[in-house]
C-alpha cells in the first residue's frame, strides 16, 4: 500500500517535494536529483516553525470574515509550495516553477482524504 508521500508523488512530475506534519511529528520527502532544492535543514525549519506559523496567521484572519482559510501558495524563487491545512498540522506540496500548484488541489484533497489527513 501506497503512502500518502508516493500518492501525491504520483499526481505528476511537477510535485518535487511532500511533507505531512501532525504537530511536531514530521515525515518529509523529496523527489532525487532536483535542481535548486533547498537544505534538510531549511525544510525542516519550514515545516515546524514557518508554515505553521503562516497558516496560523491567514486561518485567523480568514475566520474574521472571509470564511475560513482553505490552502496557502508561498512563491519562493525556485519553487512554489502549497501548505494545506490539516486538523492536527498541514500537508505541504512543492511544485516547478512552472507548474499551477491549483490546477492539482482536488486530486490533492482526494489523496489527502484516502489516507486520512482531510483539508479543513
Known amino acids: 500500500m501506497n503512502d ?7 499526481i505528476s512530475p511537477d510535485i ?24 534538510g535543514n531549511s525544510d525542516l525549519y519550514e515545516e515546524l516553525l514557518v508554515n505553521p506559523t503562516l497558516l496560523t496567521l491567514a486561518t485567523r484572519r480568514g475566520n474574521i470574515d ?16 502549497l501548505v494545506i491545512p490539516t486538523s492536527g498540522g498541514h500537508v505541504g506540496v512543492g511544485f516547478e516553477l512552472d507548474a499551477n500548484p491549483t490546477g492539482y ?16
Open 4 to 10: 500518502l508521500h508516493d500518492d501525491v508523488f504520483a
Open 16 to 39: 518535487r517535494y511532500v511533507a505531512a506534519a501532525q504537530g511536531q511529528q514530521l515525515v518529509m520527502r523529496s523527489r532525487p536529483d532536483l535542481q535548486n532544492a533547498s537544505s
Open 66 to 81: 472571509c470564511g475560513g482559510l482553505r490552502y496557502l501558495i508561498v512563491a519562493y524563487g525556485h519553487f512554489e509550495m
Open 105 to 120: 488541489l482536488h486530486t490533492i484533497f482526494s489523496v489527502m482524504t484516502n489516507h486520512g489527513q482531510p483539508a479543513v
